[in-house]
């Protein structure tokens, strides 16, 4: 899809918004200063500085920022929304010549709905990375493509010890590739799967390791939305990190949510509601892992999904047998149905539970976990099937073949064709 006309509600700034005629073409998105084409009023050139996000208030609408202007375009359905959002989202990616050709694929460590996890070794340093790989084609028939972008930009700014690292994004006609470190230790959904209910000592460090990571993102103004044992991720020394950025969303600092989002277990109770959220949600699931963590299943679990969301809303959380009352405060102070009243950054770091750490200790890694992965080295993996290759993508629209703005190194965004 290389054009778009139609009718959306504009507004720049704060003035008042009404109905005009707009169109896109060839990276410029013009506003026409009626309904018709009759003159031209603002002409919007697309580049890897141009932001596009929705608003987190108003509904259907993508907000635009360029040349330190915000511009606001609301359509009328959910449809057309989308078109538009998915259209102009590809417009700031620009290519880089990294490749998936510049790698080695050694194993098929994960897949999922739109694409795969792959472990690689980068061709010219040996440096083991996960490569997440995305269809195009998959993205743009549900109406997602504006997520992986979504994804890249929230890596791209992550600094944090325990937040899965983004060393490279690159495209090809009909793929994104997010190039991660590899975080060899395994999940812990794995851990917990093998081993039953997590050791106090390493409960801990767990909790803090993970409120630190979600304090980082909520203060950039970033909503994670699926905190569950199988997103967490254990390194060779045992710590964690935070990994699968498809559900987080980032608002503005006094915007809230709407969208239902999450896993049925680790969804907070204003979520099943249908009323706006903020980034409390993420303590919530916080509290349910912690719940998991110590009686290995989260406390409002049925087989039913509406059952469990029954559970979420009204059900009392039990506490099996004999448990630590520091724990059992922490859990309750996490799990408060009202989000104003529940847990946060603070309440959680300086709690009685773990008072043993010190957040500078923490943030250096200086504390030791009691359980340390097994990992393998770049000179110990060979090829595990000769089979496990790049495999084809679908053809997908010109429009989204090279999709400007996506492309990334650490170094900063390429800038060549």
């Not at 697309?46 to 915000?70: G, L, R, W």
């Not at 049925?264 to 204003?270: F, G, N, S, V």
Request: with cysteine.
């Amino acid at each position: 899809m290389s054009e778009l006309v139609g009718h959306l509600t504009f507004w720049a700034g704060e003035n008042d918004s009404e109905v005009r005629m707009c169109s896109y073409s060839s990276k410029v998105l013009t506003v026409f200063k009626s309904n018709s084409y009759q003159e031209i009023d603002i002409e919007i050139n697309f580049n890897a500085q141009t932001k596009i996000d929705t608003s987190p208030s108003k509904k259907y609408t993508i907000v635009i920022i360029s040349d330190e202007t915000t511009y606001h375009f609301q359509s009328e359905s959910k449809e057309t929304f989308t078109t538009w959002l998915s259209v102009l989202s590809c417009c700031t990616i620009i290519p880089t010549p990294l490749s998936i050709d510049d790698f080695t694929i050694l194993d098929e460590i994960g897949n999922g709905q739109y694409g795969k996890v792959k472990l690689a070794k980068k061709k010219d340093t040996g440096d083991l990375y996960a490569i997440k790989t995305l269809h195009k084609q998959k993205l743009v028939e549900m109406q997602k493509i504006h997520t992986i972008m979504c994804e890249r930009n929230i890596l791209s700014k992550a600094s944090c010890p325990f937040i899965v690292q983004l060393h490279y994004a690159f495209q090809s006609d009909t793929k994104f590739y997010l190039c991660m470190e590899y975080v060899p230790g395994g999940t812990l959904f794995d851990h917990m799967r093998l081993s039953g209910t997590i050791p106090p000592d390493a409960l801990k460090l767990y909790t803090a390791e993970l409120a630190i990571a979600l304090h980082h993102l909520h203060v950039n103004h970033i909503v994670y939305r699926d905190l569950k044992p199988e997103n967490v991720l254990l390194d060779e020394d045992g710590h964690i990190k935070l990994t699968d950025f498809g559900s987080s969303k980032q608002i503005d600092e006094s915007g809230t949510l709407h969208s239902f989002c999450g896993t049925p277990d680790y969804i907070a109770p204003e979520i099943v509601e249908g009323k706006p959220y903020t980034s409390k949600v993420d303590w919530w699931s916080l509290g349910i892992l912690i719940y998991e963590m110590v009686f290995k299943a989260p406390p409002f679990y049925s087989v039913n999904p509406k059952r469990t969301y029954d559970k979420i809303v009204n059900g009392n959380i039990i506490f099996p047998g004999v448990v630590d009352e520091n724990l059992v405060s922490l859990i309750r102070g996490l799990l408060n149905k009202d989000p104003m009243r529940r847990f946060g950054y603070n309440e959680v770091m300086y709690h009685p539970l773990l008072s043993g750490f010190e957040i500078n200790g923490l943030l250096k890694r200086a504390y030791t976990p009691n359980f340390l992965p097994s990992s393998a080295s770049a000179e110990s993996i060979e090829v595990i099937d000769n089979s496990i290759r790049d495999s084809l993508g679908s053809n997908v629209d010109s429009e989204f073949q090279r999709v400007r703005g996506f492309s990334f190194t650490q170094s900063g965004f390429e800038t060549n064709s």
